[in-house]
Each structure stands twice: as structure tokens, then as C-alpha cells.
């Protein structure tokens, strides 16, 4: 049990597809981000939250739109995707400098595994 | 912008074998320094951190790393390897004023019993 619950673990989608990731964290935390897990390279980081308020997006293509309602949730909508987006999509958050987790720690979820067809 | 470089890929060990893993990072300003470990079907989880004081910082499972900041280093280290370290590890790096950590591209460790 990570404190970050990703949901699904695994999902397979047509290019024309709309579906959508969910990421849950139960840790308090107040900051959440998306990154990208693909074989052999660095994770990319796509979108950083803070307090609901996105503060990055690492120009991340239109067909992928994050949605924060809240400091514990965070989606990822996914729209007319490429079969090159199939990756590991992780989901972290963290605390706010200073706090419990030391300043920048990252807590991530299990990802969940998109593959596009 | 920060950049991460782990240069070994794919490191097989024997049991018992001591490990050094390197990382290193592109920019030169005030950092925080971390390694993540990820077991096989499992997610990231932090193995060890580095914040400031102390440039030898040890972390779970007796490993070490040592942040060299003239050689933009930060480097792992175990004395001695088991079965169970075959897992894939991160170096990633904070940069004062930035939330998000920058990932290397992980290195796959291959423990042989």
C-alpha cells in the first residue's frame, strides 16, 4: 500500500478512444503530478499540480488533459491518442518543503499501463 | 534545464558482489538528490535522500550514496548485493525552486544467486 492508488492498473484503448486515469492519494498531500514511464528512458514529468492549481505542463500534447478537483485527486483524460503513447503513466504527490517526507519527496502509485492500439 | 545521466544500464551481479551505481546531474545550482528503487511489478519508492549536510547519506537496505557537488555526482553504493536488490533504480534531482524531481533513465540491476 503505496498511499497513492492508481486506477485502472491496466487499460487498452483504440486511437479513438476516450478514457480517463485516476490517481487517489490518501497521505494529505498537497502537490500531485503526472509522469510519463517509457522502456529505456528517463520518466518524463507531464503536468505538476499544487493546491489544485496546475504550475507545469512540460508541453504535453492537447490529446492528454489533466483535471485536479481537489488536493487528493487527479485525473488524466486521454483523447485520440498514437500507439507511441503507450507507456507507464505514474501518478505522485508530496508535500510542500519543510513537512513530514522531507522537501521534494515523491510518493508514487503502482502507474497504470495504457496501451494504444 | 537539469538533466540526469545514469550510465549503466544493465548491471549483472553475483550475490555478495559489492554495487556502485553512478548518476549524474547537469545543473550546478543548490540541489536535493534522491534515489528511488522499483521492484519488479511494484512502484517507485525511495531508497535514499540527499538534502544538505553530510555528503555520505545512507538509506534502507544498507545502501549509501555520496554526492560529490565538484563532480555533479551522486552515486550508490551497496558493500554487498542479494538476490532481492534485482530491481531497477533512479537518481533524480530537485532543483531548488521547482516542485517535480528530474528522472535518469534507471538502471536495471540483476542480482545471480
Known amino acids: 500500500e503505496t498511499g497513492v492508488t492508481q486506477t485502472p492498473r491496466h487499460l487498452v484503448m483504440g486511437m479513438t478512444n476516450k478514457k480517463s486515469l485516476k490517481c487517489e492519494q490518501h497521505?494529505?498531500?498537497?502537490?500531485m503530478y503526472w509522469y510519463k514511464q517509457s522502456a529505456k528512458k528517463p520518466l518524463e514529468l507531464m503536468f505538476v499540480y499544487n493546491f489544485k492549481e496546475q504550475t507545469e505542463n512540460n508541453s504535453v500534447p492537447s490529446r492528454f488533459s489533466p483535471e485536479c478537483p481537489n488536493s487528493s485527486h487527479l485525473f488524466l483524460h486521454l483523447h485520440t491518442l498514437q500507439p507511441e503513447d503507450s507507456a507507464l503513466y505514474l501518478c505522485?504527490?508530496?508535500?510542500?518543503?519543510?513537512?513530514?517526507?522531507?522537501?521534494?519527496?515523491?510518493?508514487f502509485g503502482e502507474g497504470s499501463r495504457l496501451t494504444v492500439l | 534545464a537539469q538533466s540526469v545521466s545514469q550510465h549503466n544500464h544493465h548491471v549483472i551481479l553475483s550475490e555478495a558482489a559489492s554495487l556502485e551505481l553512478g548518476c549524474n546531474y547537469s545543473?550546478?545550482?543548490?540541489?536535493?538528490l534522491f534515489w528511488y528503487v522499483q521492484y519488479p511489478g511494484q512502484h517507485l519508492q525511495l531508497l535514499l535522500k540527499?538534502?544538505?549536510?553530510?555528503?555520505l547519506v545512507k538509506g534502507i537496505k544498507g545502501f549509501e550514496a555520496e554526492f560529490i557537488k565538484s563532480k555533479f555526482s551522486f552515486n550508490l553504493r551497496k558493500p554487498s548485493v542479494q538476490w532481492s536488490d534485482t530491481a531497477e533504480y533512479f537518481c533524480?534531482?530537485?532543483?531548488?525552486?521547482?516542485?517535480?524531481?528530474?528522472f535518469g533513465s534507471g538502471t536495471r540491476l540483476q542480482v545471480q544467486p
Open positions: 540527499y538534502f544538505s549536510g553530510d555528503p
Open positions: 505522485a504527490s508530496s508535500q510542500p518543503s519543510g513537512t513530514s517526507g522531507g522537501p521534494g519527496e515523491l510518493f
Open positions: 497521505l494529505g498531500h498537497n502537490a
Open positions: 545543473y550546478g545550482g543548490t540541489v536535493n
Open positions: 533524480a534531482v530537485k532543483d531548488t525552486g521547482r516542485r517535480a524531481l528530474t
